[in-house]
Protein backbone atom coordinates (compact mmCIF):
# COMPACT_ATOMS: atom_id res chain seq x y z
CA UNK A 1 0.00 0.00 0.00
CA UNK A 2 1.37 3.55 -0.81
CA UNK A 3 2.61 4.85 2.74
CA UNK A 4 1.20 8.45 2.04
CA UNK A 5 -2.91 6.72 2.74
CA UNK A 6 -3.77 7.07 5.82
CA UNK A 7 -7.39 6.66 5.76
CA UNK A 8 -9.47 6.23 3.00
CA UNK A 9 -12.33 6.97 5.08
CA UNK A 10 -14.18 3.98 4.47
CA UNK A 11 -16.57 4.29 7.46
CA UNK A 12 -18.40 7.36 5.73
CA UNK A 13 -18.93 5.74 2.63
CA UNK A 14 -19.95 2.77 4.55
CA UNK A 15 -22.48 4.85 6.51
CA UNK A 16 -23.71 7.05 3.27
CA UNK A 17 -24.93 3.52 1.86
CA UNK A 18 -26.35 2.65 4.91
CA UNK A 19 -28.47 5.56 5.19
CA UNK A 20 -29.54 5.04 1.33
CA UNK A 21 -30.55 1.51 2.27
CA UNK A 22 -32.81 2.97 5.67
CA UNK A 23 -34.48 4.82 2.89
CA UNK A 24 -35.07 2.03 0.87
CA UNK A 25 -35.98 -0.12 3.26
CA UNK A 26 -39.26 -1.22 2.00
CA UNK A 27 -38.00 -1.31 -1.81
CA UNK A 28 -35.38 -3.85 -0.14
CA UNK A 29 -37.38 -5.62 2.11
CA UNK A 30 -35.18 -4.85 5.37
CA UNK A 31 -36.21 -2.93 8.75
CA UNK A 32 -34.41 -1.19 10.53
CA UNK A 33 -34.52 0.59 14.71
CA UNK A 34 -32.70 2.06 17.30
CA UNK A 35 -31.30 -0.10 20.45
CA UNK A 36 -31.66 1.95 23.75
CA UNK A 37 -28.12 2.39 23.64
CA UNK A 38 -28.73 4.31 20.29
CA UNK A 39 -26.81 1.88 18.19
CA UNK A 40 -28.63 1.30 14.60
CA UNK A 41 -29.52 -2.36 13.64
CA UNK A 42 -30.27 -3.00 9.85
CA UNK A 43 -31.70 -6.39 9.60
CA UNK A 44 -31.22 -7.60 5.87
CA UNK A 45 -32.50 -11.36 6.30
CA UNK A 46 -33.08 -12.42 9.44
CA UNK A 47 -36.70 -11.28 10.39
CA UNK A 48 -37.71 -10.13 6.88
CA UNK A 49 -36.43 -11.82 3.24
CA UNK A 50 -34.53 -9.30 2.37
CA UNK A 51 -33.10 -9.88 -1.38
CA UNK A 52 -30.63 -9.50 -4.09
CA UNK A 53 -30.19 -5.36 -4.21
CA UNK A 54 -29.97 -5.70 -0.56
CA UNK A 55 -26.98 -7.85 -0.75
CA UNK A 56 -25.66 -5.63 -2.90
CA UNK A 57 -25.60 -2.99 -0.84
CA UNK A 58 -24.55 -5.22 1.62
CA UNK A 59 -21.39 -5.74 0.00
CA UNK A 60 -20.53 -2.79 -0.58
CA UNK A 61 -20.78 -1.93 2.76
CA UNK A 62 -18.51 -4.97 3.69
CA UNK A 63 -15.75 -3.36 1.08
CA UNK A 64 -16.31 0.14 3.30
CA UNK A 65 -17.45 1.72 -0.02
CA UNK A 66 -14.08 1.19 -1.88
CA UNK A 67 -15.39 -1.40 -4.43
CA UNK A 68 -17.92 -1.92 -7.18
CA UNK A 69 -20.45 -5.16 -6.68
CA UNK A 70 -22.81 -5.98 -9.79
CA UNK A 71 -25.19 -8.84 -11.19
CA UNK A 72 -23.83 -10.52 -14.02
CA UNK A 73 -23.57 -14.35 -16.26
CA UNK A 74 -21.34 -16.30 -14.83
CA UNK A 75 -19.56 -19.13 -17.37
CA UNK A 76 -18.41 -22.14 -16.40
CA UNK A 77 -17.69 -24.54 -19.29
CA UNK A 78 -21.29 -25.01 -20.74
CA UNK A 79 -23.37 -23.47 -18.46
CA UNK A 80 -24.58 -20.48 -17.83
CA UNK A 81 -25.07 -19.17 -14.17
CA UNK A 82 -26.56 -16.03 -12.35
CA UNK A 83 -23.81 -14.54 -10.28
CA UNK A 84 -21.66 -11.20 -9.53
CA UNK A 85 -18.33 -9.31 -10.87
CA UNK A 86 -16.29 -7.51 -8.20
CA UNK A 87 -14.01 -5.01 -8.64
CA UNK A 88 -11.60 -2.58 -6.49
CA UNK A 89 -8.75 0.01 -7.38
CA UNK A 90 -7.92 -0.56 -3.20
CA UNK A 91 -7.54 -4.36 -2.69
CA UNK A 92 -5.44 -4.49 0.22
CA UNK A 93 -7.81 -1.75 2.10
CA UNK A 94 -11.11 -2.43 0.91
CA UNK A 95 -10.95 -6.63 1.07
CA UNK A 96 -8.12 -7.19 3.71
CA UNK A 97 -8.98 -4.39 6.36
CA UNK A 98 -12.88 -4.02 5.98
CA UNK A 99 -14.69 -7.28 4.03
CA UNK A 100 -12.56 -10.01 5.92
CA UNK A 101 -14.63 -11.34 8.62
CA UNK A 102 -11.81 -11.00 10.83
CA UNK A 103 -13.84 -10.14 14.35
CA UNK A 104 -14.96 -12.67 16.30
CA UNK A 105 -17.58 -10.75 18.21
CA UNK A 106 -18.72 -13.29 21.04
CA UNK A 107 -20.86 -11.47 23.91
CA UNK A 108 -22.88 -14.21 26.52
CA UNK A 109 -24.37 -16.36 23.89
CA UNK A 110 -24.29 -13.90 21.02
CA UNK A 111 -21.65 -15.16 18.56
CA UNK A 112 -20.98 -13.55 14.90
CA UNK A 113 -18.03 -12.69 12.73
CA UNK A 114 -17.88 -8.94 11.88
CA UNK A 115 -16.64 -7.43 8.76
CA UNK A 116 -17.14 -4.27 7.25
CA UNK A 117 -14.90 -0.89 7.83
CA UNK A 118 -15.92 -0.14 12.10
CA UNK A 119 -12.84 -3.32 11.98
CA UNK A 120 -9.97 -0.52 10.60
CA UNK A 121 -11.25 1.60 13.49
CA UNK A 122 -11.10 -0.78 16.19
CA UNK A 123 -8.21 -2.25 15.11
CA UNK A 124 -8.92 -5.73 17.33
CA UNK A 125 -6.89 -7.64 15.12
CA UNK A 126 -3.89 -6.04 15.94
CA UNK A 127 -1.34 -8.01 13.87
CA UNK A 128 -2.93 -8.25 10.44
CA UNK A 129 -3.51 -4.38 10.69
CA UNK A 130 0.01 -3.46 11.47
CA UNK A 131 0.64 -5.56 8.55
CA UNK A 132 -1.55 -3.54 6.37
CA UNK A 133 0.02 -0.44 7.70
CA UNK A 134 -3.82 1.00 7.40
CA UNK A 135 -5.75 2.63 10.19
CA UNK A 136 -9.01 4.84 10.46
CA UNK A 137 -10.55 7.08 12.99
CA UNK A 138 -14.22 7.46 12.87
CA UNK A 139 -16.74 9.20 14.18
CA UNK A 140 -19.05 6.35 12.86
CA UNK A 141 -18.56 3.03 12.65
CA UNK A 142 -20.24 0.28 10.36
CA UNK A 143 -20.28 -3.35 11.32
CA UNK A 144 -21.58 -6.75 9.16
CA UNK A 145 -22.27 -9.58 11.52
CA UNK A 146 -23.06 -13.02 9.06
CA UNK A 147 -26.13 -14.88 11.82
CA UNK A 148 -29.39 -15.50 12.92
CA UNK A 149 -29.78 -13.21 15.52
CA UNK A 150 -29.74 -9.67 15.95
CA UNK A 151 -27.18 -7.93 18.13
CA UNK A 152 -29.30 -6.43 21.75
CA UNK A 153 -27.75 -3.42 23.80
CA UNK A 154 -25.05 -5.81 25.09
CA UNK A 155 -23.38 -6.50 22.16
CA UNK A 156 -23.81 -2.70 21.15
CA UNK A 157 -22.12 -1.75 24.65
CA UNK A 158 -19.19 -4.49 24.13
CA UNK A 159 -18.37 -3.60 20.67
CA UNK A 160 -18.75 0.19 21.49
CA UNK A 161 -16.03 -0.34 24.57
CA UNK A 162 -13.73 -2.21 22.01
CA UNK A 163 -13.68 0.56 18.93
CA UNK A 164 -13.37 3.18 21.65
CA UNK A 165 -16.84 4.93 20.60
CA UNK A 166 -20.55 5.47 21.58
CA UNK A 167 -23.33 2.29 21.14
CA UNK A 168 -24.62 5.62 19.28
CA UNK A 169 -21.98 6.30 16.77
CA UNK A 170 -22.66 2.00 15.65
CA UNK A 171 -24.66 0.69 13.17
CA UNK A 172 -25.06 -3.11 12.65
CA UNK A 173 -25.92 -4.55 9.46
CA UNK A 174 -27.15 -8.57 10.13
CA UNK A 175 -28.11 -11.14 7.39
CA UNK A 176 -28.17 -14.97 7.68
CA UNK A 177 -26.20 -17.18 5.89
CA UNK A 178 -29.09 -18.81 4.42
CA UNK A 179 -30.80 -15.45 3.34
CA UNK A 180 -31.10 -14.20 -0.08
CA UNK A 181 -29.10 -10.95 1.26
CA UNK A 182 -26.12 -13.12 3.09
CA UNK A 183 -25.76 -15.14 -0.17
CA UNK A 184 -25.22 -12.56 -2.05
CA UNK A 185 -22.15 -10.64 0.46
CA UNK A 186 -20.51 -14.44 0.56
CA UNK A 187 -19.97 -14.82 -3.24
CA UNK A 188 -19.17 -11.51 -3.41
CA UNK A 189 -15.87 -12.22 -1.30
CA UNK A 190 -14.62 -13.58 -4.44
CA UNK A 191 -11.32 -11.14 -4.77
CA UNK A 192 -10.79 -10.91 -0.87
CA UNK A 193 -10.72 -14.66 -0.50
CA UNK A 194 -7.59 -14.68 -3.19
CA UNK A 195 -6.04 -11.43 -0.94
CA UNK A 196 -6.50 -13.42 2.55
CA UNK A 197 -4.50 -16.49 0.42
CA UNK A 198 -1.98 -14.57 -0.58
CA UNK A 199 -1.49 -12.96 3.29
CA UNK A 200 -1.67 -16.84 4.12
CA UNK A 201 1.32 -17.42 1.89
CA UNK A 202 3.24 -14.45 3.35
CA UNK A 203 2.80 -12.24 0.32
CA UNK A 204 2.51 -8.75 0.75
CA UNK A 205 -0.88 -7.94 -0.18
CA UNK A 206 -0.06 -4.06 -0.04
CA UNK A 207 1.71 -4.90 -3.83
CA UNK A 208 -1.84 -5.56 -5.30
CA UNK A 209 -3.09 -2.56 -7.65
CA UNK A 210 -6.18 -3.79 -8.75
CA UNK A 211 -8.42 -6.86 -8.74
CA UNK A 212 -11.42 -7.91 -10.31
CA UNK A 213 -13.44 -11.33 -9.66
CA UNK A 214 -16.62 -12.82 -10.29
CA UNK A 215 -18.42 -16.07 -8.56
CA UNK A 216 -22.01 -17.74 -8.90
CA UNK A 217 -24.69 -16.54 -6.61
CA UNK A 218 -25.85 -19.39 -4.56
CA UNK A 219 -29.51 -20.93 -4.65
CA UNK A 220 -31.29 -20.17 -1.52
CA UNK A 221 -30.80 -22.99 1.85
CA UNK A 222 -33.08 -24.43 4.14
CA UNK A 223 -30.66 -23.62 7.10
CA UNK A 224 -27.56 -21.99 7.48
CA UNK A 225 -25.36 -25.20 7.93
CA UNK A 226 -26.41 -25.99 3.42
CA UNK A 227 -25.97 -22.46 2.95
CA UNK A 228 -22.41 -22.52 4.70
CA UNK A 229 -21.88 -25.16 1.92
CA UNK A 230 -23.22 -23.64 -1.29
CA UNK A 231 -21.80 -20.29 -0.43
CA UNK A 232 -18.26 -21.70 -0.03
CA UNK A 233 -18.83 -23.91 -3.31
CA UNK A 234 -19.44 -21.19 -5.61
CA UNK A 235 -15.94 -19.32 -4.41
CA UNK A 236 -14.04 -23.08 -4.38
CA UNK A 237 -15.45 -24.34 -7.31
CA UNK A 238 -16.34 -21.08 -9.83
CA UNK A 239 -14.83 -18.20 -8.42
CA UNK A 240 -12.48 -16.61 -11.14
CA UNK A 241 -10.37 -13.97 -9.95
CA UNK A 242 -7.81 -11.61 -11.51
CA UNK A 243 -5.04 -9.54 -9.82
CA UNK A 244 -2.92 -6.98 -10.97
CA UNK A 245 0.29 -6.73 -8.89
CA UNK A 246 3.91 -5.05 -8.35
CA UNK A 247 6.03 -8.00 -8.77
CA UNK A 248 8.15 -10.09 -11.50
CA UNK A 249 7.47 -12.36 -13.76
CA UNK A 250 9.54 -14.90 -11.58
CA UNK A 251 7.57 -14.03 -8.49
CA UNK A 252 4.65 -14.67 -9.59
CA UNK A 253 5.15 -17.52 -11.48
CA UNK A 254 6.14 -19.40 -8.31
CA UNK A 255 2.47 -17.68 -6.27
CA UNK A 256 0.38 -18.38 -8.91
CA UNK A 257 -0.10 -22.20 -8.24
CA UNK A 258 -0.27 -21.96 -4.61
CA UNK A 259 -3.58 -19.56 -4.69
CA UNK A 260 -6.13 -21.40 -6.28
CA UNK A 261 -8.68 -23.78 -4.26
CA UNK A 262 -7.11 -27.11 -5.99
CA UNK A 263 -4.09 -26.48 -4.19
CA UNK A 264 -5.59 -27.89 -1.16
CA UNK A 265 -5.32 -30.96 0.31
CA UNK A 266 -9.21 -30.78 1.17
CA UNK A 267 -9.91 -29.48 -2.22
CA UNK A 268 -12.40 -32.14 -4.72
CA UNK A 269 -15.55 -32.64 -2.34
CA UNK A 270 -18.56 -30.33 -2.07
CA UNK A 271 -17.77 -27.90 1.07
CA UNK A 272 -20.93 -29.34 3.04
CA UNK A 273 -19.17 -32.53 3.53
CA UNK A 274 -16.04 -30.86 3.91
CA UNK A 275 -17.38 -29.44 7.01
CA UNK A 276 -19.26 -32.78 8.15
CA UNK A 277 -15.96 -34.16 7.76
CA UNK A 278 -14.36 -32.31 10.40
CA UNK A 279 -17.22 -32.04 12.87
CA UNK A 280 -18.44 -28.65 11.80
CA UNK A 281 -14.87 -27.16 13.14
CA UNK A 282 -13.35 -24.41 10.29
CA UNK A 283 -10.04 -24.40 12.70
CA UNK A 284 -9.28 -28.00 11.81
CA UNK A 285 -10.19 -27.54 7.13
CA UNK A 286 -6.65 -26.99 5.33
CA UNK A 287 -6.67 -22.82 5.74
CA UNK A 288 -5.41 -23.00 1.85
CA UNK A 289 -8.72 -23.94 0.81
CA UNK A 290 -10.06 -20.71 1.11
CA UNK A 291 -9.57 -19.21 -2.16
CA UNK A 292 -10.97 -18.96 -5.69
CA UNK A 293 -10.81 -21.76 -8.27
CA UNK A 294 -8.98 -19.98 -11.06
CA UNK A 295 -6.98 -17.06 -10.80
CA UNK A 296 -4.57 -14.98 -13.50
CA UNK A 297 -1.90 -12.48 -11.99
CA UNK A 298 -0.61 -9.95 -14.18
CA UNK A 299 2.95 -8.17 -13.13
CA UNK A 300 2.54 -4.33 -13.33
CA UNK A 301 6.62 -4.56 -14.17
CA UNK A 302 5.84 -6.90 -17.83
CA UNK A 303 2.59 -7.04 -18.47
CA UNK A 304 2.72 -10.89 -18.40
CA UNK A 305 -0.05 -12.67 -16.60
CA UNK A 306 0.12 -16.27 -15.23
CA UNK A 307 -2.90 -18.53 -14.91
CA UNK A 308 -3.88 -21.20 -12.46
CA UNK A 309 -6.92 -23.09 -11.45
CA UNK A 310 -9.84 -24.76 -13.04
Known sequence: MDSSVTSL?????????????????????IRTHRLRGGAR?????????GGIEAGLALSEICMGGLGNVSTTPVQIGSQTYPGLMVWTDH????????????????????????SGPLRAHARVERELFEKLGYEERAEEGVLVLEGRTLPTDEVAAWVAEKARLLPSQLTFVVAPTASIAGGVQISARIVETGLHKMETLGFDVGRVVSALGTAPLPPLAKNDLRAIGRTNDCILYGGQARFTIRAGDEELRKLVDQIPASASRDYGTPFYEIFQRYEGDFYKIDPLLF????????????????????
Open 9 to 29: RMNEAANEIADGMVDQADLLR
Open 291 to 310: SPAEVWLTSTDTGRTFHAGR
Open 41 to 49: VIDAGVEVD
Open 91 to 114: PATSCMASQYAGWAVSVGKFFAMG
